[in-house]
Structures are given as C-alpha cells and as structure tokens.
C-alpha cells in the first residue's frame, strides 16, 4: 500500500483560519462596495417582511377554478403572481370546483377553506344563476358561508355576480341585489362583478362564452387586484404588521 499523506490537525486549521480572517473580511467589505447602486436602491425599497406569508383562498367555482385554461393561468395563480410583483408575501390556493353552486360551497366550506387561511375570495352564484335557483335560497347560502368564515374569524373579499339577461328583468332585479346586502351585512371586502370588463367579451373569454381565456383572466386580476391589496392591507393593519 502507498504511504497515506498525513492529514492536517485541529491546530494546522487553526492557524491557517487565523491567517485569512483579514483576508476573508475584506474580501465581504469589497463585495458590499462592488454590489450596483440600482440593487441597494432596490433593497431598501422592497416591503418590510413581516415573517409570515398571507395565506388567501379563492373559494368558488369554474371561474376561479380554472376550466379550460392551462397551468399557471388560472385565476389564483395569476392572483399570486401579481400580488407577488407588487411585494406581496402571499399564497393563493385554489379552491374553485366546475359546476359548484352556492349550496356545494356551503356544503364544503369546512374542508375546503383551512382555518389557517387569511383571506377567502368568495366567487359564488353564477351557477345559482344560470340554474333559475331561487335568488332567496342563494342569498341564504351565501349569508352562511360568510357567517362561518366570521366566526373562524377569516377576512372575507365577496365577489359579485350577475343574472345573465335570459333570466329575466325580475330574476335579475332580485339576484343582482344579493352580493351588495350581504357586503353591507358583514362589513366585508366588496368587488360588485367578478367578470367586469370580460363578460360578453368574445376576445377574453373561450368559445363557450362564458368562461374567460387566460386574457380574460388577466383582465379580471387587473381589475380585482386593488380591492384584494386593500384588504391585504386592512389585515395587515389590524395585526399591527402593516
């Protein structure tokens, strides 16, 4: 066997770290200095971290859900990356079921919603509507899920919806009015129409013409996004991390 080259003890190591601490110091400085004058100023711009990642759910049905988009263009994704543009430690979970009704979210809410989540979208109706289920009944069901989620003491942002036209100027009178009473009613976060801007749209929406295309996705974030930042910001507010 060939002669193992001794291995260097505690000592040796000792006095060779000794020998490049100066070095290793100015090294850290210099690498400080050399950082570009556009990098420091971003840094010192960038939101305070307050160590803990808002946890917001979108709880709704095909229309946040995703149907027929493909990854990364869903609504809770194209939520979470916006508000992460902006400086917001966020996550977005999708909670959206194809073909729920207000009575199927109610139905899973407990499950569907963790205890541990900061905001919950509420995106719920349009089924109702489409369905001719009675306005009353879906009023009902919407007054319970924000009942619940207040007293989990879980902010909520409740997103409107709107009869479509061959339901009726009656039907529409009486469902239109829902989202409105009940935001008053809890004092919630308010968005008046989920599709504003992309309903009726044929750019914006898939060749069913209900459900949106990724541009019509990114149109509704748009325009939902500051109300979803206040009401990030009303949290923040109140835990005294704003």
């Known amino acids: 066997m060939r002669g193992r080259t001794p291995r260097p003890g505690p000592a040796l190591y000792g006095c060779a770290m000794q020998r490049f601490q100066p070095i290793l110091m100015v090294m850290t400085i210099l690498s400080w200095l050399m950082l570009p004058a556009a990098a420091l100023a971003q840094q010192a711009a960038a939101p305070t971290a307050t160590g803990e990642t808002l946890q917001i759910v979108a709880f709704g049905d095909s229309l946040s859900a995703g149907y027929g988009v493909g990854p990364g263009e869903s609504f809770p994704e194209q939520l979470q990356a916006a508000l992460r543009d902006a400086g917001h430690d966020v996550s977005v979970a999708n909670a959206g079921v194809s073909g729920d009704t207000t009575s199927g979210g109610l139905a899973r809410l407990e499950w569907s919603v963790p205890q541990e989540a900061d905001l919950v979208i509420v995106e719920l109706g349009a089924n109702d509507a489409l369905r001719g289920i009675s306005p009353g009944i879906t009023e009902r069901n919407l007054d319970q899920i924000l009942a619940k989620l207040q007293a989990r003491d879980q902010a909520a942002l409740l997103a409107g919806m709107m009869a479509p036209p061959n339901m009726g100027a009656d039907y529409a009178a009486?469902?239109?009015?829902?989202?409105?009473?009940?935001?008053?009613?809890?004092?919630?976060?308010?968005?008046?129409?989920?599709?504003?801007?992309?309903?009726?749209?044929?750019?914006?929406?898939?060749?069913?013409?209900?459900?949106?295309?990724?541009?019509?996705?990114?149109?509704?974030?748009?325009?939902?996004?500051?109300?979803?930042?206040?009401?990030?910001?009303?949290?923040?507010?109140?835990?005294?991390?704003?």
């Open 174 to 242: 009486e469902f239109d009015g829902i989202y409105q009473r009940l935001a008053d009613k809890y004092d919630v976060a308010f968005y008046p129409f989920f599709l504003n801007g992309v309903a009726a749209v044929p750019a914006l929406n898939q060749d069913d013409g209900m459900h949106p295309n990724p541009e019509g996705v990114a149109v509704i974030v748009e325009r939902i996004l500051p109300a979803v930042t206040k009401a990030l910001a009303a949290i923040n507010a109140e835990r005294g991390t704003g």
